[in-house]
Antibody, heavy 120, light 112 residues
Framework: EVQLVESGGGLVKPGGSLRLSCAAS????????MNWVRQAPGKGLEWVSS????????YYADSVKGRFTISRDNAKNSLYLQMNSLRAEDTAVYYC?????????????WGQGTLVTVSS | QSALTQPASVSGSPGQSITISCTGT?????????VSWYQQHPGKAPKLMIY???NRPSGVSNRFSGSKSGNTASLTISGLQAEDEADYYC????????????FGTGTKVTVL
């Protein structure tokens, strides 16, 4: 069974940093591109960042470019998101999301999400 | 790059069919057959319902169907059921220099 379990969310002050982790299991993690998608309270989904299976290709939304860094450790079946210079508008549930191989350019599995709250 | 445009809400009675539109540009919806649709119940993670415009993942009811014309994609739910009440989001791959994927604004489906 495919499982994605996020951790690392919490309350942080504006300008602070946080590192999210996503532990993957139930599939060959090293074969899949992975994404972070966020959802502000009561709002819609927003794609944040993507990383290819071997970390060769990395993409960021403009809203986080220069502040967030996506990475992965295929030996540990883990995905990360280092978030620096956090702003109030970064407050959201952050989902770890697997990009499907069969369903191209679509996410076929999502984690349960971890809440990041940026507030003084 | 703005979000794809969806109606804020759509409603229907049990057994009826409803259609949700998703309007983008030639840089996303109109330019690629990489439109997907997600269902999200309150407090839950999204679930993939349609990929590559019109394909259903295994396990998704055939009451859900997708299509595209020009820069607008559509999701149709036929034989509406109470369990279909949820938020629905479209998504598209984009050639924008600032994004890889763009999501729609979301549509709340209410079963009357």
């Amino acid at each position: 069974e495919v499982q994605l379990v996020e951790s690392g969310g919490g309350l942080v002050k504006p300008g602070g940093s946080l590192r999210l982790s996503c532990a993957a299991s139930g599939f060959t993690f090293s074969s899949y591109s992975m994404n972070w998608v966020r959802q502000a309270p009561g709002k819609g989904l927003e794609w944040v960042s993507s990383i290819s299976s071997s970390s060769s290709y990395i993409y960021y939304a403009d809203s986080v470019k220069g502040r967030f860094t996506i990475s992965r450790d295929n030996a540990k079946n883990s995905l990360y998101l280092q978030m620096n210079s956090l702003r109030a508008e970064d407050t959201a549930v952050y989902y770890c999301a697997r990009e499907s191989i069969a369903a191209r350019r679509a996410v076929d599995y999502w984690g349960q999400g971890t809440l990041v709250t940026v507030s003084s | 790059q703005s979000a794809l445009t969806q109606p804020a809400s759509v409603s229907g009675s049990p057994g009826q069919s409803i259609t949700i539109s998703c309007t983008g540009t030639s840089s996303d919806v109109g330019g690629y057959n990489y439109v997907s649709w997600y269902q999200q119940h309150p407090g839950k993670a999204p679930k993939l319902m349609i990929y590559e415009v019109s394909n259903r993942p295994s396990g998704v009811s055939n009451r859900f169907s997708g299509s595209k014309s020009g820069n607008t994609a559509s999701l149709t739910i036929s034989g509406l059921q109470a369990e279909d009440e949820a938020d629905y989001y479209c998504s598209s791959y984009t050639s924008s220099s600032t994004l890889l994927y763009v999501f729609g604004t979301g549509t709340k489906v209410t079963v009357l």
